[in-house]
């Protein structure tokens, strides 16, 4: 049974007497299985009190290794995030351990935060485009290598990957994959996009990947690289974003880097091809229409 195999991880990393009592129950499943584990007695752990835990369940090692790295990544760049245990590899299964955090009720105190969370990421500068590693976005693979240019950055690793993955699912044409690529290298030039320096993002921020706990907010599930902080501003955007665009300016104005209303229809076209390949043909024409009024 799963829940016993995650007491016993646990009780053999933190060597913990066997006889101690935990509660492991499953928590929410998505594309991946997260379970809360309740210690009757406080675990130390650095300079950290536990006494519950999250234990997330990733069959896949490379994409668990991705999780656990851009966690990593967004804790050392100060955006608050679960604080990360560690991750055990356990005969075919992968458990990322980490702080559980219970949500509460969105307040203007967790939107402070949240917004501090994304001012400190974005101060973090590199001297390329992508990433040091390939790592995941949802459940594809999702390409990094370093590049001087955002346009070859931003082509080569984010959308030739995915429209030639829809093409190849029968979702788009060849014709319609040359009318992307005109349109991108058109907004590129216009925008400047060369001038802006590559930042730390998390890369999958939608409202789904923030929880709000007690005046604070925590971001998950991370695909991080260095980039365009508008890539996240876009992807909060298609789902329902809890700020507002005077909010993502305060943060540009903050971290001095340019940011216009029409950026986030451009930028949103990754993660719409994203939720294509991933879920299907209906987002298709929110792609189809932004073809069709910049072609």
Same mark, same amino acid.
């Given at each position: 049974m799963i829940e016993q $195999?995650?007491?016993?991880?646990?009780? $053999?990393? !933190? +060597?913990?007497? @066997? @006889?101690?009592?935990?509660?492991?129950?499953?928590? @929410?499943?998505s594309l991946f299985s997260l379970y809360k584990v309740t210690s009757k007695i406080p675990i130390f !752990?650095?300079?950290r009190t536990f006494t519950t835990f999250a234990v997330k369940r990733i069959d896949n090692q490379y994409i668990a290794n991705s999780e656990w790295?851009?966690? +990593? !990544?967004?804790?050392?760049?100060?955006?608050?995030?679960?604080?990360?245990?560690q991750i055990i590899k356990n005969l075919d299964k992968n458990f990322l351990i980490m702080e559980f955090i219970e949500k509460t009720k969105f307040s203007q105190n967790s939107k402070k935060d949240l917004i501090q969370s994304l001012k400190n990421?974005?101060?973090?500068?590199e001297s390329f485009f992508g990433y040091t590693k390939n790592n995941f976005i949802g459940t594809l693979l999702q390409k990094n290598l370093q590049y001087k240019h955002f346009i070859d950055f931003w082509w080569d690793s984010r959308i030739e990957p995915m429209i030639d993955l829809a093409i190849e699912k029968k979702y788009f044409t060849i014709k319609q994959k040359n009318q992307?690529?005109?349109?991108?290298?058109? !907004?590129? *030039?216009?925008?400047?996009? $060369? @001038? *802006? $320096?590559?930042?730390?993002?998390?890369?999958?921020?939608w409202s789904g990947n923030i929880l709000f706990s007690n005046d604070q907010a925590f971001l998950i599930d991370p695909s991080v690289s260095y980039s365009h902080p508008v890539q996240d501003f876009a992807m909060l955007e298609l789902f329902g974003s809890p700020l507002n665009f005077s909010e993502y300016q305060l943060i540009a104005d903050y971290c001095k880097f340019k940011i216009l209303p029409e950026m986030i229809e451009f930028f949103q076209i990754y993660p719409l091809l994203v939720h294509v390949n991933i879920f299907g043909i209906s987002y298709k024409n929110q792609i189809i229409k932004f073809i069709e009024r910049h072609r």
């Amino acid at each position: 049974m799963i829940e016993q $195999e995650i007491k016993k991880i646990l009780i $053999e990393y !933190f +060597q913990l007497d @066997s @006889s101690e009592e935990m509660i492991v129950k499953l928590h @929410s499943t998505s594309l991946f299985s997260l379970y809360k584990v309740t210690s009757k007695i406080p675990i130390f !752990f650095k300079d950290r009190t536990f006494t519950t835990f999250a234990v997330k369940r990733i069959d896949n090692q490379y994409i668990a290794n991705s999780e656990w790295d851009g966690l +990593q !990544f967004l804790h050392n760049y100060n955006a608050r995030v679960p604080y990360p245990i560690q991750i055990i590899k356990n005969l075919d299964k992968n458990f990322l351990i980490m702080e559980f955090i219970e949500k509460t009720k969105f307040s203007q105190n967790s939107k402070k935060d949240l917004i501090q969370s994304l001012k400190n990421l974005y101060t973090h500068k590199e001297s390329f485009f992508g990433y040091t590693k390939n790592n995941f976005i949802g459940t594809l693979l999702q390409k990094n290598l370093q590049y001087k240019h955002f346009i070859d950055f931003w082509w080569d690793s984010r959308i030739e990957p995915m429209i030639d993955l829809a093409i190849e699912k029968k979702y788009f044409t060849i014709k319609q994959k040359n009318q992307i690529y005109k349109i991108i290298k058109t !907004f590129c *030039n216009d925008w400047n996009l $060369e @001038s *802006n $320096e590559p930042r730390a993002i998390h890369g999958d921020l939608w409202s789904g990947n923030i929880l709000f706990s007690n005046d604070q907010a925590f971001l998950i599930d991370p695909s991080v690289s260095y980039s365009h902080p508008v890539q996240d501003f876009a992807m909060l955007e298609l789902f329902g974003s809890p700020l507002n665009f005077s909010e993502y300016q305060l943060i540009a104005d903050y971290c001095k880097f340019k940011i216009l209303p029409e950026m986030i229809e451009f930028f949103q076209i990754y993660p719409l091809l994203v939720h294509v390949n991933i879920f299907g043909i209906s987002y298709k024409n929110q792609i189809i229409k932004f073809i069709e009024r910049h072609r």
